[in-house]
């Protein structure tokens, strides 16, 4: 204690070390160290350089719990090789560039060759020469920090190729845009220049977004996604600004204007830190598709130029082609694509794009990226029960005839291994071959957000919960302000019980805008509070005004209706914990009769079958109970389906524990208290130790000492991962 503390008095520079690791620890001695040289800066000369802090993820400086005086200087980040896909040359770079500042504000001293003076005055006894003090204290600064250098040198360029390392870094709580690679670019979206702004809005987001992805299809560029770019649209917002919150070191601009038989785009690309014009063009051509790939061609090929970026024969012939003949197929695809992009993925949402997409491979039968669209929609239309006849429904048939033409036409294109991997996902629900396009849809576009999101939900499925939160992580590099990726990272980080990364994530996602679905929100801070009741007051105060506080009022004054079927159950389980059976069946038996004739629609709908289970046994049908839970296991088992497959495993817990097999039901809980659940079919988004101390359905063992021994047990609280 005496040593750290006399170095801290006496060193020439202090590089405290910030981390998600330090941001997790309340407590330690490394705390101590930190006020000490917070307070020796007190006796110091305003603008000493003294502190020096370096950050090794992506943590941010704002949020960092440290001194205030280390926050009143700049920060350095040092991501390891690997790290967000940070490269060799750039961690050596920035390294190389850390080093430098150092060694200027040592006075100019070579680290290394000051390591070897001081080594050279020792005499046998291990004892240094006396040096002059001002001197003395720069080779010893400058000794110490060839050793930090070493050290830190070691973690930044090899972390990438130990798979230990890989195994125990933490994921990051608070995504931050890495050090701004050379070729990053953003492309704002394109102002619409046409006489008729409305009937043409489509088609100039079109334009943008065709541009965006051509320029995605170069792995050597950082291209971000059109989500985040979106929030610019006549902005007033500086372009050096623009480029910060974006971490990305150009910006192109543009507009579109479309005028009868005529097309006109520009572009100019901008070099956000010097407000420099390196390239600006502006393409007049007779509307026809031919004219407007090659303009969309041509601007990406020109712009990678521009940024020093070499194309590979493949990217070449990506950017090169001519996905239709038709204006008419090709104005049906961007008003599909419009929907989606307005609308989202939900079931009217992708009807009308089905319509759309139908109406242009009728027009165009050899518009690949359009039968590809198709695919994609009629595979999510399948996930979100919109069909009830099983994998034989006619519409599932036409994903599969949709995915076999785009197949045929564009077989080697991101776009076919995308909608391929969603159909084996959704439709086939084979993650493993599902897994394999998302990847080769990602080598071929590295900054094709979507794919990088479906290989995170790949990985959620087959259980590789770290390796989810790293990918989705990835995701929000490349598309910074689209909240669905926060609200992803809450919901794993909650299952794995990393509880502040996924309150961290949660109000990242209310700050981007996700504002909707209320009670999911709600339930991801659930485990967070330490209340015994919930919804409480303090919960209410701490979340934003706006259309989410008008949904909680929902929420607070007619539970059922704002929550469905969540809210009839927790109602019931309120009142069997009361005893009142009775009250309980009436309930119950209106809701248990639909779900009856639902399941005769849809019998491979293990959700359903899950939910009526437990309604069954809350009615005190036993063997009826026994029997839809483990058809629900049956149909989605925790072997094939580690997301979705233990959530059906709480409800089976459930059952025993209201029909009276407490054995059973502590069993399931014990093992349960050991992995990841997402939810069950009572709408939990978590089961862990929080949820099940205040929840009615778990009311039967609540004064089971096993029960409560299981509660209490830290270990299963901990983080799993």
């Not at 109602?571 to 059976?581: Q, V």
């Amino acid at each position: 204690d005496a040593k750290i503390r006399g170095q801290i008095g006496a060193c020439a520079l202090f590089v405290p070390v910030v981390s998600a690791a330090t941001q997790s620890r309340r407590e330690g001695y490394f705390r101590l160290e930190w006020k000490l040289a917070d307070e020796r800066t007190h006796l110091m000369a305003e603008g000493t350089p003294f502190i020096l802090p370096v950050v090794i993820d992506d943590t941010k400086d704002r949020e960092a719990l440290v001194p205030k005086s280390f926050l009143a200087v700049q920060w350095t980040r040092l991501r390891p090789v690997g790290y967000g896909g940070q490269a060799r040359d750039e961690a050596e770079e920035a390294l190389g560039k850390f080093c430098a500042r150092v060694r200027k504000l040592l006075g100019g001293e070579d680290s290394v060759v000051g390591a070897r003076l001081v080594r050279a005055q020792e005499d046998g006894r291990g004892q240094a020469t006396p040096l002059p003090r001002k001197r003395s204290r720069l080779m010893l600064a400058a000794a110490g920090f060839a050793v930090l250098l070493a050290v830190v040198a070691g973690v930044l360029l090899t972390h990438k190729d130990d798979p230990a390392a890989r195994r125990s870094a933490p994921p990051t709580t608070e995504p931050v845009a890495p050090l701004i690679s050379a070729k990053s670019i953003a492309v704002l979206p394109f102002t619409n220049m046409s006489d008729d702004k409305d009937a043409n809005a489509f088609f100039a987001d079109g334009i943008h977004e065709d541009i965006l992805t051509n320029l995605a299809n170069i792995a050597e560029l950082k291209v971000i996604s059109r989500t985040s770019v979106m929030q610019y649209r006549d902005t007033k917002v500086p372009l050096r600004k623009i480029a910060q919150e974006l971490g990305v070191a150009y910006v192109l601009e543009g507009s579109v204007r479309r005028a009868g038989a005529q097309v006109r785009v520009t572009g100019q690309l901008i070099r956000a830190e010097t407000d420099e014009h390196v390239w600006a063009k502006n393409y007049d051509q007779e509307l026809t598709t031919k004219n407007l790939f090659a303009i969309q061609t041509a601007l990406a090929t020109e712009i990678a130029g521009a940024l020093r970026s070499v194309l590979s024969p493949q990217e070449k012939t990506l950017i090169a082609r001519v996905p239709t003949a038709s204006l008419d197929a090709y104005d049906l695809y961007l008003k599909a694509r419009e929907v989606r992009n307005r609308l989202g993925s939900t079931n009217a949402s992708l009807r009308e794009q089905e319509q759309l997409l139908g109406r242009a491979v009728a027009i165009d039968p050899q518009f690949g990226l359009a039968w590809a669209k198709l695919a994609w929609a009629r595979s999510f239309l399948f996930s979100g029960s919109a069909l009830t006849a099983g994998r034989d429904d006619p519409r599932t048939a036409g994903a599969r005839e949709a995915i076999e033409k785009a197949k045929a036409i564009i077989p080697d294109s991101p776009e076919f291994f995308l909608c391929r991997g969603w159909f084996l996902y959704f439709v086939e629900e084979d993650y493993g071959r599902a897994f394999v396009e998302f990847q080769k849809a990602t080598e071929l576009s590295p900054s094709f957000a979507a794919a990088r999101y479906a290989l995170a939900m790949v990985h959620r499925r087959q259980g590789h919960w770290r390796e989810t939160l790293q990918a989705l992580h990835e995701v929000e590099r490349i598309d910074p302000a689209d909240p669905e990726y926060a609200q992803e990272i809450a919901v794993t980080a909650l299952g794995g019980r990393r509880y502040a990364e996924a309150e961290v994530a949660w109000r990242r996602a209310m700050t981007l805008g996700r504002t909707g679905a209320a009670i999911t929100r709600l339930r991801l801070l659930l485990p967070l509070m330490s209340r015994d009741e919930w919804p409480s007051d303090e919960l209410w105060a701490e979340l934003p005004a706006g259309p989410l506080k008008r949904e909680i009022d929902l929420l607070r004054e007619k539970p059922a209706t704002a929550s469905g079927a969540d809210g009839f159950l927790t109602e019931a389980f309120k009142l069997a914990a009361k005893g009142e059976k009775d009250a309980v069946r009436a309930q119950l038996e209106q809701p248990a009769k639909i779900l009856r004739q639902r399941i005769q629609s849809e019998p491979t709908n293990a959700n359903l079958w899950s939910q009526l289970g437990v309604m069954e046994a809350l009615m005190g049908n036993r063997e009826e109970a026994l029997g839809c839970v483990g058809k629900a296991t049956a149909l989605n088992p925790d072997s094939k389906d580690a997301w979705l497959g233990q959530s059906y495993r709480v409800n089976v817990a459930h059952v025993y524990a209201w029909t009276g097999d407490t054995e059973g039901a502590l069993g399931e809980y014990e093992r349960l208290l050991q992995t990841m659940v997402k939810r069950d079919g009572l709408g939990f988004w978590v089961t862990n130790v929080h949820v099940m101390r205040r929840h009615p359905a778990f009311a039967p063992l609540r004064e089971d000492p096993r029960f409560k021994a299981l509660l209490d047990d830290p270990k299963n609280n901990a983080p799993l991962f």
